[in-house]
Every structure is written in structure tokens, then in C-alpha cells.
């Protein structure tokens, strides 16, 4: 079983901060690319950000020198922290990660229960 939580949505006004996190557990051998994605009112899911087991990072143009990913691998822990946040930003945040649950499975895609991300102009 694997599990993924997230945190650190809310309310927050523009040109504000938040930083997400994502905590996954369970039965891991290890951890490949973990991201966020997000999914605003009437709109399909997008990728805001990708990190590379060696730390390469990836962003979508709109969140480029505002949002920046990072990743904790003692922790099994990836983060998203947003800065200079705007009304467009608003929409639900899901944490997602590439993993092998042991050393003979294949990789396989898990997804958290998402966070909501609002932000007041």
C-alpha cells in the first residue's frame, strides 16, 4: 500500500506565499520523478512541476521564477513553494510520484488526494 498526503493549501492573497508538501509512505523500494499538477474550475489538469530523482526540476512557463520544487528523498517528501501568487493560480494541487514498490516491479504512477489552492485578488 502506498499513500500519499498532502498539505499546506488555503486561502491566501495575491502576491502571497504558500509552500505545499507531499508526504508519501508505505511500501516503497524507491522513488523516481515526483510532481504537482493542478486542476482550476472548468479546466483540465496541468503539470506544474517536475523533479528528477537527481533533482532536475521542470515547470510549466505560467509558474517559471515564481514556484519552485524541491525534494526531500530522506524524507520520501516533495514541495512546492509558491510565491507571488494571483488569482490565476487557484485550483486544486495534486502531488503525484513514479515509484517501484520492490526491486522486480516495474514503475508505477500514484496520485494524492489533492489540495485546494485559493487565492484572493
Known amino acids: 500500500q502506498v499513500q500519499l498526503v498532502e498539505s499546506g493549501g488555503g486561502l491566501v492573497q495575491a502576491g502571497g506565499s504558500l509552500r505545499l508538501s507531499c508526504v508519501v509512505s508505505g511500501s516503497i523500494f524507491s522513488l523516481n520523478a515526483m510532481g504537482w499538477y493542478r486542476r482550476a474550475p472548468g479546466k483540465q489538469r496541468e503539470l506544474v512541476a517536475t523533479v528528477t530523482a537527481g533533482g532536475s526540476a521542470d515547470y510549466a512557463d505560467s509558474v517559471k521564477g515564481r514556484f519552485t520544487i524541491s525534494r526531500d528523498n530522506a524524507k520520501n517528501t516533495v514541495y512546492l513553494q509558491m510565491n507571488s501568487l494571483t488569482p490565476e493560480d487557484t485550483a486544486v494541487y495534486y502531488c503525484?510520484?513514479?515509484?517501484?514498490?520492490?526491486?522486480?516491479?516495474?514503475?508505477?504512477?500514484?496520485w494524492g488526494q489533492g489540495t485546494q489552492v485559493t487565492v484572493s485578488s
Open positions: 503525484s510520484v513514479q515509484l517501484r514498490r520492490s526491486s522486480s516491479s516495474g514503475v508505477s504512477i500514484y
